[in-house]
């Protein structure tokens, strides 16, 4: 069984919030939740929506749900590629689409 939790980003302060406690349904226009995938990148780091990958080929992904599981797709595209499951272990997650924008550009 995996784990469900999330993460949220403040949009008003700019900052990333791992610890959800005391969280509220009332702060859905403060915040953009990301879900966890449930999978690990190659260093163990956890993976979440919205994170950014470099694939070995120096090519940037972006994690989304698709229709029915956990994907990744090209920065610069709307449609998923490929299923994340296959290429979590192999890969790095080296930012997400908030904190880190230049990696999206």
Known sequence: MREIKFRAWDKEKQIMINDLNGWSKGYQDKYELMQFTGLKDENG???????????????????????????????????PIGHLIEVAKDWNVIGNIYENLELIK
């Open 45 to 79: 780091k956890e993976i979440y929506e919205g994170d950014i990958f470099d694939s070995p080929a120096k090519t940037k992904f972006k994690i989304v749900w698709w229709v029915d599981g956990w994907f990744y797709q090209n920065v610069r595209d709307e449609k």
